[in-house]
């Protein structure tokens, strides 16, 4: 393929060009370039040779992400609507007898999300979900941090920021040719998860106190749950979107403190699903209060 070059967004031939990517890396070996590629809209880093990829349009291009984008604002607007009734009973899924001994005036009410500190491996992805928890109204913080320095800097940032949940993603994906899933060396980033994950527990022990969601493409499930993470992925190495990290925080930030989630409340809400995200118990982070100040 003559002028392939980086940014290119591609399919591969030999996958039925069931997946566009973006050409992120060139690279010569022996007699054919090797191309790295990161997916546009799933969480998935891959390589292939040259004469394996084609190009896409323009056209393609858009169609290929507005049939994914129109599959995932449908269950975005489906967690909207389940939290806005009413105003998801002060965004915390509450019981009406919380407020039983409370005066029954909404306005005087408010509440207060879950804090998301979200560490991204990918800065396109980054912006996205970030703009996706300003639309959910979750209170968050994005830092660009590439996968293989992720455990290096969680630590600090997490003492800088001092979140309610911590999402640790990027891109993954099992390498060409290894199909030992129990094998942390399969994976082209878990590893770098499951030492994030590791820090990131160092500085709170409690699975409550400090919620974390790590993985991405195809990541080594088991060993990112046995380090600590309450949300991961993936258990049937499948691919993940760019966005269930968000879908999986929105549900805990905006549940109550009062609710202890089972896996599947949460898994319910990914856009992927129980093959591509699992987890345990995990309590909400949403409080309300009373009453709010009347000088806004």
């Keep these: 393929m003559a002028g392939l070059k980086v940014g290119d967004i591609v399919s591969r031939k030999s996958y039925g060009g069931d997946i566009f990517f973006k050409v992120v890396n060139i690279k010569k070996v022996g007699n054919e370039n090797m191309v790295t590629l990161k997916g546009i809209t799933y969480r998935i880093e891959a390589d292939a040779p040259e004469s394996d990829l084609e190009v896409q349009s323009d056209k393609r291009v858009k169609e290929y992400t507005r049939s994914i984008n129109d599959m995932v604002e449908m269950k975005c607007r489906q967690r909207k609507s389940a939290y806005q009734s009413p105003i998801m009973m002060r965004r915390g899924y509450l019981k009406k007898s919380y407020y039983r001994n409370t ?8 509440t207060r999300t879950g804090k998301v500190l979200h560490i991204d491996g990918d800065e396109d992805y980054l912006q996205t979900c970030m703009n996706k928890y300003k639309e959910f109204g979750i209170d968050a913080v994005g830092e660009y941090v590439p996968e293989k320095e992720q455990p290096a800097k969680v630590y600090s940032l997490l003492e800088k920021h001092r979140p309610d949940i911590l999402v640790l993603t990027g891109h993954d994906g099992l390498l060409k040719g290894k199909d030992n899933y129990q094998n942390i060396d399969s ?11 590791k820090e990131a527990r160092r500085y709170e022990r409690d699975y409550d106190g400090l919620v974390i969601f790590a993985g991405a493409c195809q990541s080594m499930y088991n060993d990112i749950l046995a380090q600590g993470a309450n949300f991961c992925s993936s258990p049937y190495r499948v691919l993940i979107h760019a966005l269930d990290p968000v879908m999986v925080s929105q549900k805990i930030a905006t549940t109550s403190i009062d609710n202890v989630l089972n896996p599947s409340d949460v898994i319910n809400s990914t856009i992927t699903g129980e093959k591509g995200i699992g987890g345990i118990q995990t309590r909400g982070k949403n409080r309300n209060g009373y009453p709010k100040e009347p000088y806004n």
């Design 103 to 110: 005066p029954n005036d909404d306005s005087k009410k408010f």
């Design 187 to 197: 994976y082209r980033n878990s590893k770098y998860f499951v030492e994030a994950v």
